[in-house]
């Protein structure tokens, strides 16, 4: 088995993932070049004229592991890692595509608008620091993807929702908060 693919040949594998999905669905999309680029995908509907922005977030799970998500205290769930930049919504036209990549298997798509991932980075990151005492601000965010209905402690985007969204709808769709959540001051991650 070879070994793990460098960070940047994981984001490249996922951006050209990403523009095989547009073109098959007859959308335009064009890579941006360069290392300080703020999006990595300009997108074009030509049957509607509409233009969009796209930032890929690609994750790299293991073959065997990873295919049914985390279970904790943030409920069952695909994880992305953010940045503390994430936390602004940005454009209407901005959305961020969440590529959930394995070698052995198809990858995944979920479009997300930036406002639906912008509030959910910046609720989580302050649930996560109002759980205790001794944790500090940092720039490390993490946007989460709910894969049942229930059980989150704050309000949690639905990956049935958004995955293969291609369609750019700005819906938003998301969880109840588990009324039976743990207390942010006992949990443990």
């Known amino acids: 088995m070879a070994s793990r693919p460098s960070s940047n040949s994981i984001a490249l594998a996922g951006e050209f993932a990403v523009l095989s999905q ?8 064009g890579l941006t070049l360069g290392n300080t680029k703020g999006v990595d995908i300009l997108v074009s509907d030509p049957d509607t004229n509409d233009m969009y922005q796209l930032e890929v977030k ?22 992305w890692l953010m940045d503390r930049k994430h936390e602004s919504p ?18 995944r798509f979920f479009v997300v608008p930036s406002d639906v991932t912008a509030h959910y980075v910046r609720g989580q990151h302050a649930l996560w620091l109002s759980g205790d005492e001794k ?12 894969l049942s209905e229930s059980g989150y402690p704050l309000p949690t985007p639905i990956a049935a929702r958004y995955e ?20 942010p001051q006992i949990r443990t991650d």
């Open 58 to 79: 690609t994750h790299l799970v293991a073959d065997g592991t990873g295919a049914t998500g985390t279970r904790g205290y943030w409920g069952h769930n695909f994880v």
């Open 135 to 146: 944790r500090r601000d940092n720039t490390r965010r993490q946007f989460r993807l709910a």
């Open 164 to 183: 293969d969204n291609w369609s750019f709808s700005r819906q938003s769709w998301l969880t109840a908060p588990s009324p039976d959540a743990m207390d």
């Open 22 to 29: 547009l073109a098959i669905n007859g959308i335009d999309g």
């Open 90 to 107: 940005g454009s209407n036209s901005l959305f961020y595509c969440f590529v959930l990549a394995r070698r052995s298997e198809p990858f």
